[in-house]
C-alpha cells in the first residue's frame, strides 16, 4: 500500500475519533402486555384473583418494574388522564386490591405476571367502583445520559371496574353538534358506575330517507365522578360523501344497556380545518 | 360327595343365580340402540386471547442547546405499537406523557433549568393514528396519539420535541428531567 494512502486512511480515522460524539438518543424499551380492562359484577365480601403480564423484547437489558393500584379519571375532552392515590375518589376500588409481586426484575425475553386480588369490602355502598392497576418501569441509573435532556420510562395502566350490587347504569345525551370536520357527542354519566360509549352519528337529508353518512364513535368511558361528562367525537366523512348543507343529525349511542340512547337536531354542516380530534 | 363339596356348589349355583339376576335387565336393555358422540374423531381446540400489544418507545431524547436564546428541536424520535389486539372494534389504544417533576434536574444543585412545561411536541404524522400536539405536564397525562380503532398498528417517526428558550440558563452541562410514557387501556 502506498505510504500516501495510508496516511489518509490515517487521517481519516483520526478525524472520525476527533468529530463531536453524536447525539443518537439511548436505546428505547420494546415489550408486550396483556392491556385489557377487568370487569367485575362483585357482592360484598366477594374475592376474584386476575394476572397481568409483561414480556420484554430479548434484545432489551434486564428491566426493573413496580406494579401498584391507583384512582384514574379524564378531562371532558379526554385528552387528559389524571392519576392519583388510592382513595382519591369515593368511588375508589384500589385500595382493595393487592399485587404480588409487586416490583420484579424483567430478564431479556422473560415475562413477568404480576397475580392481583380484589376484595370487596363486607360492608360497601350499592354502585360502580373504579381504579387502574399501574405497572412503571423503575429508572435505571446506569441508563441515565449526559447532556440537555429527557430520559424516558414506560407505564402501563389496565382499567379495574367493580359493580358492587345492582347499579344504576345511567347517562344523559347534552348535546350534538360538527365542530370543524368532527362529529361530537356531548354526553353526561346520571348514574352510578362507569359506563362504556360508543355509538353512532347519522347525517340524514331532509327527505329522512336513509342517512346520507354514518359515523362511528370509537368507544370511551363516562364515569359518575370528578368529571362526568364527556365529550365523544369522530372525524366527518370525506366531502364528497357528506357535502356541506343542512342535516337532521342523529346520534344513537350505546351504554351498554338493553336499549340505546338518542338525541337529534337539525346542524349545518360546513366544513373547516380541523385542530385534531379529542383523542378520548 | 364331601359336605365341604356341597356348600361349595351351593355357594357356586348362588353366585350363577345373582350373575344372572344383573345380566338379564342388561340384555333386555341392549336391545335398544343408543347414538353415543365419538369423542375420538374430533376434539374442540380453544384459545383464550387476552387484549394486548407490543410497544417500543424512546429511551430518551437530547436536546444540542447551542443557543439558550432559541428554541431547540431533538432529533425525531419513533413510537411503534403493533400486536394490538382488544376486545372491540370500537376501542382505542392511547399513549401519552407525563413529567416526573415540574422541571428539570441541572447539574448544578440551584442553578437555573428549564421548567417541564418548556417541553412540547408537535401534533406528527402518524399511521393508524390521530397524533396531538402537546406541552409536557407534571400534573396530567397528555394525550401524543390515540390508535384508529380496529387497527392493529400504528406508529410514528416524526415525534419531535422542542425545548423552549431560556436565557435564565448559567450552568452548561447536563439539565435531566425523568419522563413517563402511558399506554392506556383503562376504558371500561
Known sequence: MPISLSIRILAGLLAMLAAPQSVAPPAGLTFNATLGSIRLQARPGDVYTRQFQLSIDARQHRTHFKAHFEDWWRSENGRESFYAPPGTLHHSCAAWATANPVESAVEPGDTMVVRFTIAVPREVVTGGYWCALTVDQVADPETAHAGVGVQFLASISTGIFVDVGAVTRAADITDVRVDADRAVVSMRNVGDTPVPVDGRVEFLTRDGAAPAATVTIPRGTLLPERVTTGLFDAPLPAADVLPDGRYLVRAVMDIGLDHYIGAEREIAVTREVSSGGLGR | ?188
Open chain 2, 1 to 188: 360327595m364331601a359336605t365341604g363339596e356341597v356348600t361349595m356348589k351351593r355357594l357356586l349355583r348362588r353366585v350363577v343365580i345373582g350373575v344372572g339376576a344383573i345380566a338379564l335387565p342388561a340384555s333386555a336393555h341392549a336391545q335398544i340402540v343408543v347414538v353415543l358422540p365419538s369423542t375420538s374423531l374430533s376434539t374442540t381446540l380453544t384459545a383464550t386471547v387476552s387484549e394486548q400489544a407490543r410497544v417500543a418507545v424512546p429511551a430518551g431524547v437530547l436536546f444540542s442547546v447551542g443557543d439558550i436564546g432559541a428554541s431547540t428541536a431533538a432529533s425525531a424520535a419513533s413510537v411503534t405499537i403493533d400486536q394490538i389486539v382488544l376486545a372491540t372494534t370500537t376501542k382505542q389504544l392511547r399513549i401519552s406523557l407525563q413529567a416526573g417533576g415540574a422541571s428539570f434536574t441541572p447539574s448544578i444543585g440551584g442553578s437555573p433549568t428549564w421548567a417541564a412545561s418548556d417541553v412540547s411536541w408537535n401534533a406528527a404524522t402518524w399511521t393508524q393514528a390521530t397524533g396531538s400536539a402537546g406541552t409536557l405536564s407534571a400534573s396530567s397525562y397528555n394525550a401524543i396519539a390515540t390508535c384508529t380503532a380496529g387497527v392493529s398498528s400504528c406508529s410514528t417517526s416524526q415525534l419531535i420535541f422542542t425545548l423552549a428558550p431560556n436565557t435564565a440558563i448559567t450552568n452548561a452541562g447536563n439539565h435531566t428531567l425523568s419522563v413517563t410514557w402511558k399506554i392506556e387501556s383503562i376504558g371500561s
